[in-house]
């Protein structure tokens, strides 16, 4: 699960541990950039995480587009079909600029999705 914080609060984290461990569940908070929160089950990985989700929506793979700007989001370009790295992107990323799936963009953030969004033919269908 990944949530957008009203505001950054460095401080949710251990909050979302204890709310984890009060109900028995086998997650790990993951805290980015102070405004993205993301959720993840101990013994899955992000690109497992959203396996799971499409199969348990019946959503095609080829139906997820996966935006990564930042150094620890290379596995889930590599184990997606779609995805776009914005022109404003951490440097390790670069690495990834030979797979057939990553689309980067020449432009950053948003504009950066919106030009993977058209590459990936999302736009169009």
């Not at 499409?54 to 184990?79: F, N």
């Not at 030979?98 to 980067?104: E, P, S």
Request: glycine share 6%; with cysteine.
């Amino acid at each position: 699960m990944s949530f957008l914080l009203q505001e950054p609060d460095q401080g949710i984290l251990p909050l979302v541990c204890q709310t984890l461990q009060q109900h028995h569940l086998p997650a790990r908070p993951h805290l980015f950039q102070h405004w993205y929160l993301d959720v993840l089950p101990l013994t899955a990985s992000k690109t497992e995480a959203l396996r799971y989700i499409a199969l348990r929506w019946q959503l095609p793979l080829s139906a997820i587009l996966v935006q990564a700007s930042q150094q620890g989001d290379g596995e889930l370009l590599r184990g997606l079909p779609c995805g776009v790295v914005p022109g404003d992107h951490d440097p390790a990323l670069d690495s990834l600029r030979n797979h057939r799936r990553v689309f980067f963009a020449s432009t950053p953030q948003a504009w950066g999705v919106l030009e993977g969004l058209d590459h990936h033919r999302f736009l169009r269908r």
